[in-house]
């Protein structure tokens, strides 16, 4: 019979899985000490603000992108080693090491933001819909009607399930904390330096074609899931899913993202990822 002490990779995740179902982010400890992507995020603005001056030529910021993605990945790295090594040979280490897992995934937190969409919509109309909405997309929520608040939240709830929550696991259930580590901190390098800016379109540039290549095999995993979740639900079309997925995943402008849109789109018989005004 396997334990938590035997340190089973896939135990243990299956643990974080339900610790991040059932208490989501832990906010009561988390309103006292920083997130560890809170951390992530403050050592990636730190290193902008140091690397990344607009004086500097798009050739330096791009070799500066590149080595601070380097070398933050590789410290992610060193650190999820470290803590999977201190929490080996006890069930007190292994439960330690179940709920750093079930701190680093996103689905509860997910789910709750999106909801809170679906439930301004209903009771407050299109004006509370559109700040519950901004809080979870960068587009512009006074362009959008009551029809693209609702595209917007179900667009995120698509993209995010594969950043936030398949692609994590996949990592995770390779490399361990290791890999869940280096890819926690990737992603957290994407979401805010990957962008197509005049300030990040050199220094951003290892950021966000690292994050690309991390999900390649997620995204298109999450398109699969979404499309068998289809079969759970009243009126989800499992094949439409996967030819809407086959068929239009490679139209997005991104080389992931379309995966689980094109499949959620399918599934719900809608439209998503349409035009956007950020």
Not at 67 to 88: D, K, N, Q
Not at 200 to 222: C, E, T, V
Request: net charge neutral; aromatic share 6%; charged share 20%.
């Amino acid at each position: 019979m396997i334990s938590l002490s035997d340190h089973d990779p896939l135990l243990l995740l299956l643990v974080g899985l339900a610790i991040d179902a059932l208490f989501g982010d832990l906010p009561a400890v988390f309103a006292h000490i920083p997130h560890p992507v809170v951390l992530a995020g403050r050592a990636v603005g730190f290193f902008d603000r140091k690397l990344n001056r607009a004086s500097r030529g798009d050739r330096s910021r791009r070799e500066r992108g590149i080595v601070m993605v380097i070398a933050l990945v590789a410290v992610a790295v060193t650190l999820g080693a470290g803590i999977e090594w201190l929490c080996r040979g006890s069930v007190i280490g292994a439960a330690a090491e179940a709920l750093v897992i079930g701190v680093l995934l996103a689905q509860r937190g997910l789910y709750e933001h999106v909801a809170v969409v679906a439930i301004a919509l209903e009771r407050g109309g299109l004006a509370a819909g559109r700040e519950a909405v901004g809080h979870i997309v960068g587009r512009d929520p006074l362009r959008l009607d009551v029809h693209g608040v609702a595209r917007a939240a179900i667009e995120s709830l698509a993209e995010n399930f594969s950043d936030g929550v398949v692609a994590p696991v996949f990592w995770c259930l390779l490399f361990g904390l290791p890999g869940l580590f280096a890819y926690k901190m990737a992603n957290t390098l994407d979401s805010m330096i990957g962008h197509r800016t005049a300030r990040y379109r050199a220094f951003g540039w290892a950021a966000a074609r690292f994050d690309d290549l991390l999900n390649l095999a997620p995204a298109r995993l999450s398109g699969l899931l979404l499309a068998a979740a289809a079969i759970f639900t009243g009126d989800g079309n499992v094949g439409l899913a996967l030819a809407t997925m086959l068929r239009d995943a490679r139209k997005h402008h991104s080389p992931n993202a379309g995966w689980p849109e094109a499949a959620m789109a399918g599934a719900l018989g809608v439209a998503l990822a349409g035009p956007r005004d950020y």
